[in-house]
């Protein structure tokens, strides 16, 4: 609870006027503030500024609920989320709960327990509760978004899916570094299918919504690039063809351990049933100088008053 209202003031402070819509003040924004680890396409502002500014006002990010819960990773992506409102922007929060039950290969060096189709089903209407009270106490006349992927995925049929995937090619799947890097020990082709559906999501949410712009972490810039060029490939006209997107840092340990949900560097995790919020500060106390200036950028809370 305590966390939460803390997100939630934070949230508040940041949205409470907005500007005019402008992708590319938000891209800037995000750029001085260091938290921008990539970009597709490279050299967004610089090489892309007209673009950026025609783009429907509108970013998304997905979160799959492979755990009961949201850990500080996902909580990053969501505060630039919240701040993109600012910036006269509509987020779009995205509950994978179709994918999660396929698993996202990026950043695994090892294939993913499936999860039960009723286990991941309470976990999405845990995270939903979650990024509703994140979001929705906020005082905004651009509210944010949740959608649920299983709401269309969990709908197509097998040959309805597969003639969908008549766009992707499988040379440009292969090349993706997570694959590639799996492909020596061994990929299922479940796991190797996710970015197939990943893209196809961001398809809907651009037929939907007009959204084309995407939010994700570091690990996840091939599948932004894949969806990137499956929008472009099955846009009917030039004004609908480019998207584009940023990945942020992932946060790790002092050992250099992403703090996800399954590997080394464990989690801190946004439920305080599953992380105290005495453990949660700690974290945050004890982080190495360097460390807490990052964090500090990558969550905007330079401009906040707190």
Same mark, same amino acid.
């Given at each position: 609870?305590?966390?939460?209202?803390?997100?939630?003031?934070?949230?508040?402070?940041?949205?409470?006027?907005?500007?005019?819509?402008?992708?590319?003040?938000?891209?800037?924004?995000?750029?001085?503030?260091?938290?921008?680890?990539?970009?597709?396409?490279?050299?967004?502002?610089?090489?892309?500024?007209?673009?950026?500014?025609?783009?429907?006002?509108?970013?998304?990010?997905?979160?799959?609920?492979?755990?009961?819960?949201?850990?500080?990773?996902?909580?990053?992506?969501?505060?630039?989320?919240?701040?993109?409102?600012?910036?006269?922007?509509?987020?779009?929060? #995205?509950?994978?709960?179709?994918?999660?039950? *396929? /698993?996202?290969?990026?950043?695994? !060096? %090892?294939?993913?327990?499936? &999860?039960?189709?009723?286990?991941?089903?309470?976990?999405?209407?845990?995270?939903?509760?979650?990024?509703?009270?994140?979001?929705?106490?906020?005082?905004?006349?651009?509210?944010?978004?949740?959608?649920?992927?299983?709401?269309?995925?969990?709908?197509?049929?097998?040959?309805?899916? #597969?003639?969908?995937?008549?766009?992707?090619? *499988? /040379?440009?799947?292969?090349?993706? !570094? %997570?694959?590639?890097?799996? &492909?020596?020990?061994?990929?299922?082709?479940?796991?190797?299918?996710?970015?197939?559906?990943?893209?196809?999501?961001?398809?809907?949410?651009?037929?939907?919504?007009?959204?084309?712009?995407?939010?994700?972490?570091?690990?996840?810039?091939?599948?932004?690039?894949?969806?990137?060029?499956?929008?472009?490939?099955?846009?009917?006209?030039?004004?609908?063809?480019?998207?584009?997107?940023?990945?942020?840092?992932? &946060?790790?340990?002092?050992?250099?351990?992403?703090?996800?949900?399954?590997?080394?560097?464990?989690?801190?995790?946004?439920?305080?049933?599953?992380?105290?919020?005495?453990?949660?500060?700690?974290?945050?106390?004890?982080?190495?100088?360097?460390?807490?200036?990052?964090?500090?950028?990558?969550?905007?809370?330079?401009?906040?008053?707190?």
């Amino acid at each position: 609870m305590i966390l939460s209202k803390r997100i939630n003031d934070v949230a508040l402070k940041t949205v409470c006027k907005p500007r005019a819509i402008s992708f590319v003040d938000y891209i800037k924004d995000l750029d001085k503030r260091k938290p921008l680890q990539h970009s597709y396409p490279a050299d967004l502002v610089a090489k892309h500024h007209d673009q950026l500014n025609q783009l429907p006002p509108y970013v998304y990010a997905g979160f799959d609920p492979t755990a009961k819960s949201l850990h500080i990773g996902n909580l990053l992506i969501l505060i630039n989320l919240i701040r993109s409102q600012q910036f006269g922007l509509h987020p779009i929060a #995205l509950i994978g709960e179709f994918t999660a039950s *396929i /698993g996202d290969p990026s950043g695994k !060096k %090892t294939e993913r327990d499936l &999860l039960a189709t009723e286990v991941i089903a309470q976990n999405a209407r845990n995270i939903h509760e979650q990024i509703t009270r994140i979001f929705f106490n906020v005082s905004n006349n651009n509210p944010a978004t949740i959608v649920n992927n299983n709401e269309w995925l969990g709908k197509v049929s097998l040959r309805d899916f #597969l003639r969908e995937c008549k766009s992707m090619q *499988i /040379g440009k799947m292969l090349r993706m !570094k %997570t694959i590639k890097n799996r &492909l020596e020990d061994g990929i299922s082709y479940t796991e190797f299918s996710y970015q197939t559906m990943q893209a196809y999501d961001w398809y809907t949410l651009s037929e939907k919504f007009g959204c084309r712009f995407q939010l994700g972490g570091y690990d996840q810039l091939g599948h932004l690039d894949f969806g990137a060029h499956y929008i472009k490939k099955r846009a009917y006209d030039q004004n609908r063809q480019f998207a584009a997107g940023v990945c942020f840092p992932i &946060l790790t340990d002092s050992a250099g351990n992403k703090l996800g949900k399954s590997e080394g560097g464990g989690a801190l995790w946004l439920d305080s049933q599953m992380t105290s919020p005495f453990h949660f500060y700690q974290y945050f106390a004890q982080l190495h100088d360097d460390k807490a200036e990052e964090l500090f950028y990558c969550s905007a809370y330079e401009t906040l008053t707190i």
